[in-house]
């Protein structure tokens, strides 16, 4: 299906009028329609009942996360204020600390890396889509080893106990604990190393 739209799915397209296929530059895939006009007119455009079954899918999809982040909401309390002072004091000792603070310094607009962070927290414990970018390929650069782990866990932690109620801070810790270990497990292959998960069994 993906590779009648202009050729390679992974490529841009080259169809009449250019119609996109790929993710457009804010990183955003194309709605079914403009995919269903995309291709060469002869082959490869999405039926109307296809396009149909994937609109229905993905609103049953929307639905399924609305209950999820209703639960998420109603057993934790998490609000968009508690992730954004979350994130705020996190970074704030992030910042000073001396094993982080540098790894950091790349960062050059902070307000803008915490209002993404802000989006990838909200995305992450209650379901709002707001974040669409790359975390894996971000960290990956940064030869980050077991110690900036453990310590970026250890503020993390610390930060999400101080600030949010314990059902909210546990669902923030276990969820920072498996991204922590999926991005620890990646650097380590990236680096000819193999590890296995480790943050999800802190105690
Ligand atoms: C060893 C611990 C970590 C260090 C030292 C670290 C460091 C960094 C740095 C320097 C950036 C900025 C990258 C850039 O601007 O190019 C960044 C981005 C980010 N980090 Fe981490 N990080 C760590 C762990 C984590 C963990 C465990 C999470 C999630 C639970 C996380 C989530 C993110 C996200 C979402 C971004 C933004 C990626 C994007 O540009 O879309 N980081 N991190």
Known sequence: MMAACGGSFWLPPTGPGNLRCDKDAAGHWPDNAERAACGNGTTGRISKDMSDRLKAEREAAAARRNLLAQDAIERTGITEEMIRELVTR?????????????????????????????????????????????????????N???????????????????????????????????????????????????????????S
Not at 128 to 140: E, I, N
Not at 171 to 189: C, G, H, P, Q, Y
């Open 90 to 142: 996190f970074y704030g000792r992030v910042r000073e600390d001396a094993l982080l603070g540098p790894v950091f310094a790349i960062v050059q607009n902070w307000d803008e890396h915490l209002a993404k962070l802000g989006d990838f927290w909200s995305s992450v414990v209650l379901m709002s889509g707001r974040y669409h970018g790359s975390p894996m390929r971000a960290h990956l650069p940064l």
């Open 144 to 202: 980050l080893v077991g110690d900036h782990f453990d310590r970026w866990l250890d503020l993390f932690e610390q930060t999400a106990r101080e600030v949010c109620p314990p059902a909210a801070a546990a669902l923030f810790i276990d969820k920072a604990r498996r991204i922590a270990d999926s991005f620890e497990m990646a650097s380590a292959t990236g680096a000819g190393r193999i590890a296995s998960p480790r943050h999800v069994l802190r």
